[in-house]
T-cell receptor
Framework: DAGVIQSPRHEVTEMGQEVTLRCKPI?????LFWYRQTMMRGLELLIY????????DSGMPEDRFSAKMPNASFSTLKIQPSEPRDSAVYFC??????????FGPGTRLTVT | GEDVEQSLFLSVREGDSSVINCTYT??????LYWYKQEPGAGLQLLTY?????DMKQDQRLTVLLNKKDKHLSLRIADTQTGDSAIYFC??????????FGAGTRLTVKP
């Protein structure tokens, strides 16, 4: 398996633009997680899905953030409109029966 | 709420031992984990300990668990510059949810 795949790896955008981050979990994993990592706050859980259903979105910072999982092999995290303080590395992770979470390589987002 | 807490930064000299500490609040945690994040990469599982164990050793790594105090530590002996990374503590709770700490950035100075 190729592991958790995220795209793009780097995204630079201007304030106010819409940003869409994509994730393909490991096949067969029924949990999918979105995290955000910054130097000041460390790793933060934004939202997670179980069997494509959002279970806990209490970590989503505000209404500008939304996440979807239309099927078992794809999820998106959207920020609209983006702001400079959204600059961070966004990680997707998935988990199956073994309970080990596998992380993707991350998307480094820079909002100018 | 149920939190996993760890300090954000640690700096040591090459050759010294590093000790990264973590506290958690869920007394029903079954497994506790240490993940490592190399620069520019995602998190990867480093080691884990079952909650009925006190200690686990793997080469230069020693994991200590004090279940009474809900305290987990990772000791790296003879720390090398290649050990510079961010180390994350995580716990698996009673409902099998995983909770991660914010990560400790270990800097090893030559």
């Amino acid at each position: 398996d190729a592991g958790v795949i995220q795209s793009p790896r780097h995204e630079v955008t201007e304030m106010g633009q819409e940003v869409t981050l994509r994730c393909k979990p490991i096949s067969g994993h029924d949990y999918l997680f979105w995290y955000r990592q910054t130097m000041m706050r460390g790793l933060e859980l934004l939202i997670y899905f179980n069997n494509n259903v959002p279970i806990d979105d209490s970590g989503m910072p505000e209404d500008r953030f939304s996440a979807k999982m239309p099927n078992a092999s794809f999820s998106t995290l959207k920020i609209q409109p983006s702001e400079p303080r959204d600059s961070a590395v966004y990680f997707c992770a998935s988990r199956g029966d073994s309970y080990e979470q596998y992380f993707g390589p991350g998307t480094r987002l820079t909002v100018t | 709420g149920e939190d996993v807490e760890q300090s954000l930064f640690l700096s040591v000299r090459e050759g010294d031992s590093s000790v990264i500490n973590c506290t958690y609040t869920d007394s029903s945690s079954t497994y506790l984990y240490w993940y490592k994040q190399e620069p520019g990469a995602g998190l990867q599982l480093l080691t884990y300990i079952f909650s009925n164990m006190d200690m686990k050793q793997d080469q230069r790594l020693t994991v200590l668990l004090n279940k009474k105090d809900k305290h987990l530590s990772l000791r790296i002996a003879d720390t090398q510059t290649g050990d510079s990374a961010i180390y994350f503590c995580a716990e698996r709770g009673w409902n099998n949810d995983m909770r991660f700490g914010a990560g400790t950035r270990l800097t090893v100075k030559p």
